[in-house]
């Protein structure tokens, strides 16, 4: 069965979450309160309506609480955004996803009880300076505050050894969950899995012990 969205706030950021929704084939409704972005919406997502969400006989009349899972993206406005995801909240809404501003709209849209609080400025900010401070290092996605998973370019240093040689999880705690070489992808490499320079490295593991890999490895 599809899946059913509501997309609160067609700015950029929702605009992108209800386009990407959609070409996943999910049923969407996207909701602003600015008729010039819901006209744009009209044709994209599977509804699209004018509506105040702070507006609690307005969300049930639109019978939010019905839908799998509701993203508010809600931007500038932190009062509307946090007053929405209160309102949801007490509705019974199963899923909500909110776009938090600063740390402190995050704080409180945690207390509310937003099932996911995203923050996608901050984190995309961490992770571009990630890569551009660490020069082997192509992405970096944080898991929790202690532990990531990074890509990395095998690099000259590392070309020829396995994985028993160069021993990262014993040397440096982490893992190698995956690799890709060229288009061929490899899941789980064994231990006697043959590193060529060039090679993208998947590895998982503690903050502290992913920095001490890349500074003496990369
Ligand atoms: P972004 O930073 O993602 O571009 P914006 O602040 O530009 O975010 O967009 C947020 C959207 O949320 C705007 O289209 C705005 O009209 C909409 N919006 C603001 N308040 C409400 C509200 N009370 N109800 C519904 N939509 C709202």
Do not use: W
């Not at 509701?70 to 996803?97: F, P, R, Y």
């Not at 996911?116 to 990630?130: C, L, T, Y």
């Amino acid at each position: 069965m599809k899946k059913e969205f509501a997309v609160i706030g067609l700015g950029r950021f929702g605009s992108s979450i209800c386009r990407a929704l959609v070409e996943k084939g999910m049923e969407v409704l996207a909701i602003d309160i600015d008729e010039d972005r819901v006209n744009a919406f009209s044709n994209i997502a599977s509804h699209a309506v004018m509506a105040d969400t702070t507006d609690e006989k307005t969300l049930k009349e639109l019978g939010i609480r019905n839908f799998d899972h509701v993203i508010v993206a809600i931007g500038d406005n932190i009062q509307a955004s946090i007053l929405t995801s209160l309102i949801l909240k007490e509705l019974g809404v199963k899923h909500i996803t909110v776009k938090a501003q600063n740390d402190y709209h995050e704080k409180v849209l945690s207390k509310i009880g937003a099932d996911r609080v995203i923050h996608p400025e901050r984190d995309m900010g961490k992770r571009i300076a990630h890569q551009i401070v660490s020069n082997n290092v192509l992405d970096a996605l944080e898991l929790s505050d202690k532990h990531s998973v990074i890509e990395v370019i095998a690099n000259k240093r590392m070309d020829g050894n396995t994985l028993v040689e160069l021993d990262v999880r014993a040397k440096y705690g982490c893992n190698i969950i995956g690799m890709k070489r060229g288009e061929e992808i490899i899941v789980s490499p064994k231990a006697d899995f043959q590193i060529r320079e060039g090679d993208l490295l998947i590895v998982i593991g503690a903050n502290n012990d992913i920095e001490r890999f890349e500074r003496q490895l990369l």
